[in-house]
């Protein structure tokens, strides 16, 4: 049996690409046949817009439902402005709510409204109910359709609403228990109801419920997901009403989607909404240039520092040798801080009130590593220039080490407590940051050591 | 009711940390009591590893077991040696087969051989099965327990096969089908077996597997399992036999710690193998020191460089003043490119076969972006300072971006080709040689169009 999870092979792609060229169908049918979804999707995400709605054309009516699920939400934006209408409706029917919403809000307002108003009335509410909440909430990820049972319930009769909800909810591994308000009071796994004696009440097998609230980051209740390690989370209202569930395989995605667009941010790029290849350049560098431009301008800050100590400059020119291993150092230093408190910050490990406990250890952190790195340049530099610069050298590492420790690790805590992504905030500022504040320190140290 | 899910507040987290100084005993208790198992787990993480196992011994048994569960594998190695063997041995006995393994890698090696000795007979073969997979395996983190069925079977007699199954399997919502000779050739969830008709066998209700080996790189099976939106994949050996099964809970925690070390890495540190609080400041140093060193040698290049122009330096001392403008524009755009690609590798949308297209792509990226910041800065410069300061600043530019995005975006794919993690190779050894590439460029130009 042939691994079907495996890329296609370059032949395979190749083959593919020529019968596209060609629009030779029933060599595209024959060669897409021995695929299995993940690998079309694969095939897709290599094509340009118009030889993508070719090949989806082609597949059969189950295959294209089961591509069209997997398939990143902007790719099924691209696909819905290619395909006919009808086709498009019958797809969108097929769709879980959550999904859907996902795909309405990559869609333009005109087209999500004829799509919304081509739903059954049922599937409409649903979805209706999920759009209600804020963008970036869990709300609009979470699914309305689940399965609950009551506290008063057997065992037998909690499996009954089991079988006759099986076709529509999002899972059935999980089941919240709600009393008459649908406050949600406990959660039983279907796993329990399965071992139960018979006879047995839901109230008797319940375990007290872990929950997010709707309006509650999306990021942030995925992450509580994943850290429970649970199938399914129950998504309440402010009065503890169940409304939706979360499963485990959404808050993937959301956390997915949030370290893509973290490590976008720390980079100082926009985080692309669709893959690499299929991203136009002029997409590419717009999610770059705005702020490449800024920290440019940011930078100029080191052209006027500089500006300052010219005179020093001109009459020590060795010291301008050494500015990009400074600063250099001073930036990888920040960087490293401030990447290990974001990525503690996203597991919950620390949080803005820790703020003197995170200073305090970088402090020592940085200093450790400024004495570290100074002692050694001072020993090399005084052996290859002289023990001026090397000195001027070895006490400009150990205040910017400190310096730059300390700055990396604050920043993301005081962006947290300002309620600003840590991650834009942080690394490529703090390089900027500590860029001019580094010459600063340098060229005072310079000038009081070298006595110019 | 409370939401037991939330941080403890700070007064909570006071009080206890005062009733564990004074060991006043009762009080702990009761403060212990209306805290759920991660609101405890979040108060051990911030304490030290004497008060962390006084704290644990307080909680009652079943309590203690839920706790230990979702305790990072660093902290519950610290709690095994901390408590008594005995204590361990009961605990260690009630783990799943795959969380034992990683918190077997953490032990000291007597210690472990003590606790495997310890373990009844069958627990102790299903754990040996998972140890005998090489480190970072997908075999090392998948369960020996499952239950699977047979495609003769009916949907009836799988269901009591998965009844009898019900105490130790890690899942049975997921079911593998398997022939005479155990290989894999099909799964069926237990939604399906519920709806299915009496009398149905397993052949008829059964989809094809995914499936992933048992050698295959741990990260890449649990990307599969996240991509595939599936509850667990079966995991096969090199003959398709089914050897265990991957539950998307344990894929989750697998990609976060990969996430977390990619995001490690492209800061230019070695990944914290505990939570930030809980890590000595001396692991701290150790996890940066060695990089920083790394790459404060690899810029002495950019000393060498600026050497060898040392003359064009003291004749325009004007040009010393762009130079951490120019490094750090070329520095950003080279980790834009790098991370976006890193990124889209991590996610399967671009291979090493694709280095024609990045590198392609990336130059147009690199040369829009230099043609935009180049241009403005010959205006801007030229105002400033003069025409041929600002055609220099301006030429560079355009050739610093080009070159810098070509050699980000070539980077991760280049690392990957060659079997390196792209992380390790990317981003800070990036703006290294970007540096020293730049100032090269820089002053190349410059004396070309200044005729110096």
Chains 1, 2 share one sequence.
């Not at 080191?302 to 291993?325: D, G, I, K, R």
């Not at 400009?396 to 300002?418: D, E, F, H, Q, Y």
Request: hydrophobic content about 50%; proline content about 6%.
């Amino acid at each position: 049996m042939a691994d079907i999870t495996a890329p296609p092979s370059e032949t395979q792609l190749k083959s593919l690409l020529r019968a596209l060229d060609d629009l030779d169908l029933p060599a595209l049918t024959a060669l897409l046949r021995p695929l299995s979804a993940i690998q079309v999707v694969d095939v897709l995400e290599r094509l340009d817009v118009h030889e993508r709605a070719v090949l989806y054309r082609i597949l059969p009516k189950d295959r294209a439902l089961e591509v069209f699920e997997i398939l990143p939400p902007s790719l099924q934006g691209d696909l819905v402005g290619a395909l006919q209408d009808d086709a498009v409706a019958a797809l969108f029917a097929d769709m879980d709510p959550d999904d859907r919403v996902e795909l309405l809000d990559e869609l333009p307002a005109t087209v999500a409204g004829r799509l919304m108003h081509g739903l059954p009335p049922d599937e409409r509410e649903l979805t209706a109910v999920v759009l209600g909440y804020p963008q970036r909430s869990i709300g609009r990820r979470m699914s309305p359709e689940f399965v609950s049972v009551r506290p008063t319930m057997t065992t037998a009769e909690a499996l009954t609403r089991v079988s006759a909800g099986l076709d529509d909810a999002e899972t059935v591994y999980m089941l919240p228990v709600v009393d008459d308000e649908r406050v949600l009071i406990g959660v039983v796994s279907l796993r329990r109801l399965l071992t139960a004696v018979p006879g047995t009440t839901i109230v008797e097998v319940m375990r007290p419920p872990h929950w997010a609230r709707a309006t509650e980051d999306a990021e942030t209740a995925a992450r509580r997901c994943a850290d429970l390690r649970v199938l399914a989370l129950p998504i309440v209202d402010n009065e503890t009403r169940l409304v939706g569930i979360l499963t485990v395989d959404d808050a993937l995605q959301i956390l997915e989607t949030a370290e893509s667009e973290d490590q976008a941010r720390i980079a100082g790029t926009e985080p692309l909404r669709r893959p690499y290849l299929t991203a136009p350049v002029v997409s590419l560098v717009r999610s770059r240039v705005v702020w490449l431009l800024v920290l440019a301008i940011g930078a100029t800050l080191t052209v006027q520092v500089l500006e300052v100590f010219e005179a020093t400059l001109s009459e020590v020119v060795t010291l301008a040798l050494f500015v990009p291993l400074l600063i250099g150092t001073g930036g990888n230093t920040g960087n490293q801080a401030a990447t290990t408190v974001t990525r503690a910050l996203a597991l919950g490990d620390v949080g803005p009130r820790d703020l003197g406990r995170v200073l305090l250890r970088e402090l020592r952190v940085g200093l450790s590593l400024g004495l570290l790195l100074g002692g050694l340049a001072f020993a090399v530099t005084s052996l290859v220039y002289d023990r001026s610069i090397g000195t001027v050298i070895g006490l400009t590492l150990v205040s910017l080490c400190t310096m730059a420790a300390t700055v990396g690790g604050a920043m993301p805590l005081i962006a947290r407590a300002i309620r600003v992504d840590p991650a834009v905030f942080s690394n490529p500022f703090i390089s900027t940051f500590v860029d001019a504040t580094g010459l600063l320190i340098y060229f005072t140290i310079a000038r009081a050591v070298l006595g110019i």
